[in-house]
């Protein structure tokens, strides 16, 4: 499927029309974050937050999701881009993905895929991609498939990722409010190790991710 390279404008009432036909997953009635259509699509929406902005998130999920999906990593397959400037928003649709993420997986009880997380996220890192948001709810696993979701903050690097940025990717995963509790059960220096094993650091660099996780906790 060939993503779309311009937005379709919507005015208000349209755009109502169109989210008010849809099963509300977050947000609320007025302004939609994720809702589901009647064919079980996903449809997500970008309220613009400043008056001006850098970048249009929109248009960064859609050519990061892109590039992830052309390097064999399973990411949303934007099929519908609109944008509504009465409201300032934009919305993305796009097939849902197979999978549980693993926030719902690791809160159910079920560690299996959050075992085999730490080889994946090192398989990122080592092909340049730095999940700059990335949680435990951005993450869909099943049979041993991953996907990724919510991808507009994300960076491709040309390289592998440096210690740095490692750090502070494993740093952000580990600060996230709502997954602190399953991965506090599952292991926070085991994730660490599991991770930095998978990735062939050396002992110095393991040394750096360790300091710098433990500096930038938050109570």
């Known amino acids: 499927m060939s993503a779309p390279t311009q937005p379709l404008p919507l005015d ?15 947000g609320r009635q007025v302004r939609p974050e994720l809702l589901r259509t009647a064919d079980d699509a996903i449809a997500k929406c970008f309220w613009q937050r400043k008056r001006i902005q850098r970048h249009n998130p929109a248009s960064r999920f859609i ?6 999906n052309q390097l064999g990593i399973q990411a949303p397959d934007v099929s519908a881009w609109y944008c509504c400037d009465e409201l300032a928003v934009q919305m993305v649709i796009y097939p849902s993905i197979p999978g549980r993420d693993l926030r719902d997986l690791t809160t159910s009880g079920d560690t299996t895929a959050l075992e085999q ?35 507009a903050d994300l960076q491709f690097k040309p390289g592998p990722l440096g210690v740095f940025h490692r750090a502070r990717n494993l740093s952000h995963l580990l600060n996230v409010a709502e997954d602190r509790r399953a991965l506090a059960v599952f292991g926070e220096q085991r994730l660490i190790a599991d991770y930095c094993r998978s990735a062939g650091v050396s002992a110095w660099q393991i040394h750096l991710i360790k300091i710098w996780v433990q500096v930038h906790r938050r109570a």
Do not use: C, E, K, M
Request: aromatic letters at 14%.
């Open 63 to 68: 050519s990061n999701a892109s590039s992830l």
């Open 12 to 26: 208000q009432d349209a755009f109502y029309d169109l989210t008010n036909s849809y099963h509300l997953i977050h």
């Open 117 to 151: 997380f730490p080889d994946f996220l090192a398989d990122l890192h080592a092909r340049g991609i730095y999940f700059r948001a990335i949680h435990l709810a951005n993450v869909l696993h099943q049979d041993d498939n991953w996907a990724l979701i919510d991808v």
